[in-house]
T-cell receptor
Framework: GAGVSQTPSNKVTEKGKYVELRCDPI?????LYWYRQSLGQGPEFLIY????????DSGLPNDRFFAVRPEGSVSTLKIQRTERGDSAVYLC?????????????FGEGSWLTVV | QKEVEQNSGPLSVPEGAIASLNCTYS??????FFWYRQYSGKSPELIMF????GDKEDGRFTAQLNKASQYVSLLIRDSQPSDSATYLC????????????FGKGTRLSVIA
């Protein structure tokens, strides 16, 4: 597609429930990133994929968070047993492997509210 | 700990003035530097990037990098009310496609 696409744009869920957030990167971009942004803060890195594999998952806060990218394009961020502190905007971004290199382009984000 | 520091603001400037946004980073090995603009309720959008010491100009925007001082800045000339947004500084430490580390952002308000 023309840009990074994320769904859902908004999600309200109850504490303890399971949530999946989807990201469709820019066509041809091999690198995909998940960030989380809370109010008044900059984006906080969660996980980075190069192709199908997670090249760096050091930003995942705990084992309730997991992400996959099985075919090297679409990625899903999965959050188990959601907590109110998980409420944030979850931003997906992608970049190509050459040219301007690591210039990353963001999607519009998935706004998650845990009540 | 890789850190990117920005003054949270708000920075208020009159319309037509030069806005100066500053950023410092802790990792001396940082290789590339980015400025993103984020309007309220929207996702960050890239303004410009800089890799080498010195100035880089793009329209009304100038990025300045001083690796010795671990300092990067963004100047916005002829500021417009539409420039009012949060400006995020981001740093890539290792290079390639590795993740960017973001500062908390500086909120800019351009007063008409």
């Amino acid at each position: 597609g023309a840009g990074v696409s994320q769904t859902p744009s908004n999600k309200v869920t109850e504490k303890g429930k399971y949530v999946e957030l989807r990201c469709d990167p820019i066509s041809g971009h091999t690198a995909l990133y998940w960030y989380r942004q809370s109010l008044g803060q900059g984006p906080e890195f969660l996980i980075y994929f190069q192709g199908t594999g997670a090249a760096d998952d050091s930003g995942l806060p705990n084992d309730r968070f997991f992400a996959v990218r099985p075919e090297g394009s679409v990625s899903t961020l999965k959050i188990q047993r959601t907590e109110r502190g998980d409420s944030a905007v979850y931003l997906c971004a992608s970049s190509s492997s050459g040219g301007s290199g690591n210039t990353i382009y963001f999607g519009e984000g998935s706004w998650l509210t845990v009540v | 700990q890789k850190e990117v520091e920005q003054n949270s603001g708000p920075l208020s400037v009159p319309e037509g003035a030069i806005a100066s946004l500053n950023c410092t980073y802790s990792d001396r090995g940082s290789q590339s530097f980015f400025w993103y603009r984020q309007y309220s309720g929207k996702s960050p959008e890239l303004i410009m990037f800089i890799y080498s010491n010195g100035d880089k100009e793009d329209g009304r925007f100038t990025a300045q990098l001083n690796k010795a001082s671990q300092y990067v800045s963004l100047l916005i000339r002829d500021s417009q009310p539409s420039d009012s947004a949060t400006y995020l500084c981001a740093v890539n430490v290792v290079g390639g496609n590795t993740p960017l580390v973001f500062g908390k952002g500086t909120r800019l308000s351009v007063i008409a």
